[in-house]
């Protein structure tokens, strides 16, 4: 039995579309976010603090978003994330198991607890461009484009 030729026309273009869906041609393309974090002065870190940087969509909280861990020396970071409008979380934590490290966890709580990922009121939109540079900045409490 054979098919219009519309039908074996619809079907062939459905196929193609399927081919491109799979080979990827229209899937988002991570991007590269590096950047540096500001700290108020007089706040040291130790090199054994776990500071991490969180991207976490906007519209939808369960989406992709990143993390990046913070260089504790040099206070620079990398990930890649999709592009779209992101609430920006920053966590520092002390290494658990260090003798001070519960009133370092105290202090720093006090310092950064309104950066986390569930009280930030810090915001960046990640643009499509392939590879962008950021600042955030905790005394000011914005995070800026470079």
Request: charged share 20%; aromatic share 6%; glycine share 10%.
């Amino acid at each position: 039995m054979s098919r219009p030729p519309f039908v074996s026309r619809l079907l062939g273009g459905a196929g193609l579309v399927v081919m491109l869906v799979l080979s990827g041609c229209c899937s988002v393309k991570p991007v590269k976010v590096s950047g540096k974090l500001v700290l108020p002065a007089g706040v040291k870190l130790a090199e054994t603090d776990s500071v991490v940087v969180y991207f976490s969509p906007e519209s939808d909280p369960t989406a992709t978003g990143g993390t990046a861990t913070v260089n504790p020396t040099s206070l620079t970071f990398e990930t890649t994330v999709p592009a779209g409008k992101y609430k920006v979380g920053v966590t520092v934590q002390a290494y658990p198991g260090m003798k001070e490290s519960k009133e370092r966890d105290k202090e720093i709580s006090q310092r950064f607890g309104t950066f986390g990922v569930t009280t930030t009121a810090l915001r960046y939109e990640v643009t499509k461009d392939p590879a962008q540079s950021i600042t955030i900045d905790l005394v000011k409490g914005t995070v800026t484009k470079n």
